[in-house]
């Protein structure tokens, strides 16, 4: 279990074989502590910002290492205590830190490791309330609000899978990446300044994005994890089942097809430009 797992545990590595045919691991290095009073999001400041930072970041000419020396253990969310994953979720981020970090400096943004808050009811945030069965980046104070009963909105058989959580606040982190590298604040320009159906398509433009970035994390420490066949299959599956069943013109966050391809692309790649959904065909963002 992950529970009490010292950090330096959390980002080692095992592997005792043959040096020659072992993989060189990125290593996770200097992670700083989680950042409460982290420096402004970018803004955008004129119109052409609004498409060049989202179809043109700098970002997509980055990749990220692979593999990486991040572990991350199986906990089960629904034995886990509050208190419990709140303390794997705020660990699990110096290995999110730690993969994301040189991309975005070598874009020219900075990334302030995010904190944590895991709670249990109705909470009240920066960004306003949040309900239960949810997690949710608030970009007003750049911290990840997640609900403790989030693994009640799969089907009962994906509830206890290794990578639930993983997933899910890879996805959130993935939103910060977008804030600190303002394709976040862009793409709100670009919906403010849209029809109501194209306003929606660019929320899940963002929100099918930031699937791919929790993919190409998961690609990153999946071999120090033992990522399996069958993890890859439950991740696509998880990743079904929070999208609508359906494609829906007014449905913000993408169908299930879509959500599956997204993080998919993400795990079977290194280069965060496989992530461009916003140079996507409309058909691949439904």
């Known amino acids: 279990m992950f529970f009490g797992m010292a950090l330096i545990n959390y980002l080692s590595a095992g592997g005792s074989g043959n040096p020659s045919t072992e993989p060189t691991y990125h290593q996770v290095e200097n992670v700083p502590a989680p950042d409460f009073n982290p420096p402004a999001l970018p803004k955008p400041t004129n119109v052409d910002q609004l498409r060049s930072w989202t ?3 700098p970002i997509y000419q980055q990749s990220t290492p692979v593999p990486t020396n991040c572990v991350v253990p199986h906990q089960d969310p629904t034995t886990a205590t509050a208190a419990e994953l709140e303390t794997r979720l705020n660990k699990l981020t110096a290995c999110l830190w730690g993969v994301w970090e ?3 400096i070598a874009s020219g943004f900075e990334l302030p490791r995010t904190p944590v808050t895991v709670y249990s009811q109705t909470i009240t945030t920066p960004c306003g309330k949040i309900e239960t069965h949810n997690a949710y980046y608030c970009s007003a104070d750049q911290h990840v609000y997640f609900a403790h009963d989030i693994f009640e909105v799969l089907p009962a058989t994906l509830r206890a899978k290794p990578w639930i959580v993983d997933y899910v606040m890879a996805h959130e982190f993935g939103h910060h990446l977008q804030g600190r590298t303002g394709i976040m604040n862009a793409t709100d ?3 403010a300044n849209s029809a109501k159906l194209l306003a929606i398509e660019y929320n899940r433009r963002m929100e099918l994005q930031a699937d791919c970035f929790s993919g190409l994390w998961i690609n990153s420490v999946g071999q120090a994890s033992q990522l399996s066949a069958a993890d890859v299959e439950d991740i696509k599956k998880i ?3 929070v999208g609508s069943a359906e494609p829906d013109p007014e449905d913000n966050h993408g169908a ?3 959500r599956m391809a997204w ?5 079977g790649s290194s280069q965060v430009g496989t992530c461009n959904s916003y140079v996507a065909p409309a058909n691949e963002v439904r």
């Open 55 to 57: 179809k043109d970041n």
């Open 102 to 104: 040189k991309p975005v």
């Open 189 to 191: 320009g670009l919906q």
């Open 239 to 241: 990743a079904a089942a």
């Open 256 to 258: 299930s097809s879509s």
């Open 263 to 267: 993080v998919t692309a993400g795990m």
